[in-house]
């Protein structure tokens, strides 16, 4: 009963490409937000929606956009997806501070 | 300075072994603080919150230092079963996001 749910697990585009990654969640959760994870690094913020409300990281590129048309579903957009844009990305729902949960992941590559 | 920095390790213990992970946070107005398992190729999952009276579950403790900034989680009695990454996370002290540690890995051997 995934309450989280992340499509596709594993996407593969081409070198500059515009691709989307998908998120809904069954929680009602106000919050969403949308992290990149490289190999052996950290979880690294992209953005958030706090209900509408967009949030962004300033260090995230502008190669990188969020949708949120409604509660349940929130997009990653990325523009032009370079070789360095490989990576896990999550996406994680709160009731504002509560009930933290994430998604599978969707595994991004490159070609 | 990184909002959240960990020892990656990694750290190699035999079963039965206790191991200490350490953790320090850069924003000293932070108010929640966790410990998060991360297992390869998976979503991170919470393992415990973290509070400043210290806490344990099971075989786990997590200790709070607010005026160092330092974060611990102690692990006794190993199983092979705790291998994973351990991801110290804070909490960002406006706002609801979380911000995570690189992870500290653990690799425990029969």
């Known amino acids: 009963d995934a309450m989280v749910i992340q499509n596709p697990r594993y996407q593969v585009t081409q070198f500059g490409k515009p691709v989307t990654l998908s998120c809904s969640q069954t929680?009602?959760?106000?919050?969403m937000y949308w992290y990149q994870q490289k190999s052996s690094q950290a979880p690294k913020l992209l953005f958030h929606?706090?209900?509408?409300?967009?949030?962004n990281e300033a260090d995230t590129p502008d190669n990188f956009q969020s949708r949120r048309p409604n509660t349940s579903f929130c997009f990653l957009d990325i523009r032009s997806p370079g070789l360095g844009d490989a990576a896990m990305y999550l996406c994680?729902?709160?009731?504002?501070?509560?009930?933290?949960?994430f998604g599978s992941g969707t595994r991004l590559t490159v070609v | 300075r990184k909002e959240v920095e960990q020892d990656p390790g990694p750290f190699n213990v035999p079963e039965g072994a206790t191991v200490a992970f350490n953790c320090t946070y850069s924003?000293?107005?932070?108010?929640?603080f966790f410990w998060y398992r991360q297992d390869c190729r998976k979503e991170p999952k919470l393992l415990m919150s973290?509070?400043?009276s210290g806490n344990e579950d099971g075989r786990f403790t997590a200790q709070l230092n607010r005026a160092s900034q330092y974060i611990s989680l102690l692990i006794r009695d190993s199983k092979l079963s705790d291998s994973a990454t351990y991801l110290c996370?804070?909490?960002?002290?406006?706002?609801?996001?979380?911000?995570f540690g690189k992870g500290t890995t653990l690799s425990v051997s029969s």
């Open positions: 973290v509070y400043s």
């Open positions: 924003n000293s107005a932070s108010q929640s």
């Open positions: 996370v804070v909490g960002r002290e406006a706002g609801t996001a979380l911000i």
């Open positions: 994680a729902t709160s009731r504002d501070r509560n009930g933290y949960t």
């Open positions: 929680l009602n959760h106000n919050v």
């Open positions: 929606y706090y209900d509408k409300d967009f949030n």
